[in-house]
């Protein structure tokens, strides 16, 4: 049972805001087909925050998933304020512990529980929620399966993309692209893309 | 024609705002930068009371920027033009209005607000601050019954919230008193607007929509997006009963039943016209043996620079109508 | 882009709004229509006082009806749109502010109100009224010399005129006292004004001059007019210098000396653009070493629904510091 | 020496309301040329309310006089006031008393001072005053010559005709067309005219 280190967690951090700036326009561009466009916006603010707060050399985990979350909950949108709740549970759940997969699991369950409180979505509204719900049953599931913490998350990272694939054929019920209907359909949720994104980036890259 | 804004930078167009609202009124209120808040200066000897907090996106000013003050509010917590403020930022504002009797957060419904306000009272309630949330949704408008969206919007019923829960928090009304006291007070208003002309964006050219010359706008929301279609064009003697009624309506306002009447400038409507659509509305209450107690007539809840007006009826009785009647000294509303 | 304005027959355009304002402030104004005028409404068991009267062509308000309550006016005589009162009516509102202590008459400089109101005061002094006249000339832009023309016009300061005389009024104050204050608070104001666009008189769909995309007209007044020129429109950090350096150069303000500052929006400028416009004053004004006392942010005299906005610099001493302070209790200004 | 009989001074103002209606739209048209184009408007109003208050069957010359003078000074313009005042003169002058050549040009005397009084026009800025002064002077040496009262109004409605033609090559320097400079040129002054018609209005039709 290997658990998540702090290095890691921070690589994982920082690829996650490498890849965000990354992949800023095609998000951006989908948010503009079926939202308003300010997708990128949001999410390169709230990564310059988090790299900000990230130099400031987490300890743990739990900081790290910190830096992440108050970077997020400095921002707008809707994703920025749903985000930042989603990494506030990651660091709630990692903090003062060991962070094993089962652990990993468990702070994702109560991650998309929040974002499905507060945001009030349920999968197949094509949303974030449409990858988070995949990726946290696929955590948990690894877990109990005692796998390690990279592959359990690299299950997660598969199912996250899944479920935003799934969100191409699906009209919006939730957000901004549920009011242009019909003209949502064909388009990825960039909010549920970046979630898949996101668990990419725990991957170790293969030098 | 233009439509141009004595502005710098548009994305510095807020902070700079603020920057002059507190240099206009240093005695009412101190404004902090980051994050942006505004703040009641205190004078010293006030008891603790509940704070109330409020806020949203900008350019809808006075609101809630001008609002900020004795027997209103404590903190307004202004996002960029037309967005909100961020999680972290209403999360200071709580912070700062707190004084240990617990905050009432007064919020429109707006799916950026809501989100960020409920998120701040839940990150301020895991700090052992006690707050409360009182939702605004009086735009008729937007009511499109019980379909699970985003419910009606809130817009100018938030001043009535304001005023009327301000009042009570002077005078030493518990948390819960005042939560149920705002939501009363949401409960009997409904508002109705038109526009005659859109609004344009700071730093933007053309409006955000057109409108032919014999056409107006109904029911336009605050933030420049069109409403739910156009009418002909009229005298003020058509129009005001055309927003008027529904919210008679909507209210199940009965004759012999009594108001606080609130005409709306959108932005650009000259007080000689808001006077004229209050005489048409008062007539047209008068018809239907509705009596105004009281009215405020004037530009309180902007969108930009819109052309046009909402009507907000508020349903009263003497707790409420004494509440409104009490001192308020803030930027923008004083008596 | 259309301009239209919630209006009826645009003749009885005043009129209505009259009505309109008498129903939203019934506790503050009443308001006689023939001939028209706002009248405060009397409490029981003040002490006379010398009264003050005030007015001109509507299109103006708040100027001059909204201020009518404790602290500033007595009563407000509303001509016409952008139109002198006449003088019978003025008279009358002469006899109806008199309480035996005289009255004092604030008239801006325009041809027809100085005649209107001189004609009047005439009337009024044969029936035994002692009445003075103080007369507003604040505008720069028609600063003209001494050529025997008709001199500066009457703008922002009349504000100024009314608050403070009103002030001194309510303690007391001789009629000759007034008319003195009066004059010193003219002589040490100016003001001058700019147009992002004209504006446009009720029933008519188009302004009154057309601007090109990047030009602002400079020096106009608050009937519409064209002013002295054109500029380039540039940000707020380069109009407002040059608004305020003129005004600065002709009171010769020195370091280290003090003003009262009425940052004034001309009708359709939105209260975030004014904030930003006395940010940049406030700036402008510290780098010369001159010290904001107090600061008035708002659209308090307009020009219908002109976008622009004026800059008024009174010289102040704790005299006039004091008296701007002083209580005031109107619809449209209350402290 | 023959007095002015309240039927006279009532012909003689009831003449003046219809002239004034008769050449409206000549006088507006010279407003319109060298001014703002609503002297026609301000004059109906004046002579409309004149009508009015010349219902309620005046008493004397006094009363005439006072009937028109409160309808003038109930209008605006600049005319309105300036005229208001102006008859107000003859109303203060006729007051108690028989109304003689020699009380006529005393009143036209003092009518022509308040209106300089107040307006500071001189003879020769193009204005109503044009054709008041020789007016008045008209009336005065008419009176001291022993003339009747129809005679001294029929020189004082020519000398004010010499003055108010006057006014048409001159360039104005007060009122309004002081402002349109060389345009003014050649424009008839229509406050000076309307001087003129007023003491036209006083000679008995040829019947
Ligand atoms: N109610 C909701 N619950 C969960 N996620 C949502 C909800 N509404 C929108 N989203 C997510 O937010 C994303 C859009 O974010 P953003 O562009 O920042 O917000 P906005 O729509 O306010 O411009 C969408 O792609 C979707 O994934
Ligand atoms: N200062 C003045 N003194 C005397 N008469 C004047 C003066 N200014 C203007 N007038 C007269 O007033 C007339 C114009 O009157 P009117 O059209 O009613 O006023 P306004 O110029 O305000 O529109 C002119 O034809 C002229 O005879
Ligand atoms: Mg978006
Ligand atoms: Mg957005
Ligand atoms: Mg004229
Ligand atoms: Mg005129």
């Not at chain 1, 994982?12 to 466009?37: H, I, K, P």
């Not at chain 1, 991650?111 to 946290?136: C, N, S, W, Y």
């Not at chain 2, 700071?202 to 029911?219: A, I, M, N, Y």
Request: aromatic share 4%.
């Amino acid at each position: 049972m290997t658990a998540l280190t702090t290095e890691h967690a921070r690589a994982w951090a920082d690829r996650f805001v490498s890849v965000g700036a990354e992949r800023n326009d095609e998000l951006t561009e989908l948010d503009r087909q079926a939202g308003d466009g300010d997708y990128g916006t949001n999410l390169r603010s709230a990564l310059r925050r988090a790299a900000v707060n990230l130099a400031d050399e987490p300890t743990s985990p739990h900081e790290v998933f910190l830096a992440v979350s108050e970077a997020f909950l400095n921002t707008g949108g809707t994703s920025g304020p749903l985000f930042g709740m989603w990494f506030r549970e990651f660091a709630k759940a990692t903090k003062g512990r060991e962070v094993t997969a089962v652990v990993l699991g468990e702070a994702a369950t109560n991650a998309v529980a929040v974002v499905q409180r507060l945001g009030k979505a349920e999968v197949g509204h094509k949303t974030m929620v449409d990858a988070m719900v995949p990726a946290a049953e696929a955590l948990s599931a690894a877990a109990a399966r005692g796998s390690t913490v990279p592959d359990a998350l690299a299950e997660a990272a598969s199912a996250a993309h899944v479920g935003a694939a799934s969100t191409e054929r699906l009209l919006a019920k939730r957000g901004r692209a549920s009011y242009v209907g019909e003209h949502a359909r064909g388009v990825v949720d960039p909010g549920a893309l970046t979630v898949a994104y996101f668990f990419d980036a725990a991957a170790t890259p293969q030098s | 024609m233009s439509a141009r804004q004595f502005v710098n930078d548009p994305d510095e167009f807020v902070s700079q705002a603020l920057e002059g609202l507190q240099l206009a009124h240093p005695h009412l209120v101190q404004v902090s930068t980051d994050p942006a808040l505004v703040l009641r200066t205190p004078k010293d000897g006030d008891p603790p009371k509940v704070a109330l907090v409020s806020g949203g996106g900008s350019g809808h000013e006075p609101l809630h920027t001008g609002f900020v003050g004795l027997g209103m509010l404590d903190v307004a917590v202004p996002g960029a033009v037309f967005a909100s403020p961020t999680a972290y930022q209403v999360r200071a504002g709580i912070k700062a209005a707190d004084r240990g009797r617990g905050v009432l957060l007064i919020v429109k419904n707006y799916t950026g607000d809501v989100l960020n306000f409920s998120i701040a009272a839940e990150l301020a309630r895991e700090e052992n601050i006690e707050v409360e949330i009182v939702l605004v949704d009086d735009d008729l408008a937007t009511d499109g019954g019980d379909d699970g969206g985003p419910g009606r919007r809130g817009t100018a019923a938030v001043v009535a919230v304001e005023k009327i829960c301000g009042a009570a928090a002077e005078r030493g009304a518990s948390l819960t008193e005042l939560a149920d006291l705002g939501r009363r007070v949401v409960a009997n208003s409904r508002t109705m607007a038109l526009a005659l002309q859109a609004c344009t964006h700071p730093g933007q050219q053309r409006p955000s929509f057109d409108l032919s010359d014999d056409e107006v706008e109904f029911g336009v929301g605050i933030h420049g997006e069109r409403g739910v279609g156009q009418r002909s064009f009229g005298p003020a003697s058509e129009l005001v009963p055309a927003l008027a009624q529904p919210v008679v309506d909507a209210l199940r306002l009965r004759r012999d039943e009594s108001v606080i009447a609130i005409v709306n400038g959108l932005g650009s409507t000259h007080a000689l016209e808001l006077s004229v659509v209050h005489r048409e509305l008062a007539a047209f209450l008068e018809g239907i043996g509705i009596r105004i107690e009281r009215a405020l007539v004037g530009s309180y809840v902007t969108a930009l620079d819109m052309r046009g007006c909402s009507i907000t009826l508020l349903r009263c009785d003497s707790t409420l109508l004494e509440l409104w009647n009490a001192p308020v000294r803030t930027p923008a509303l004083a008596w």
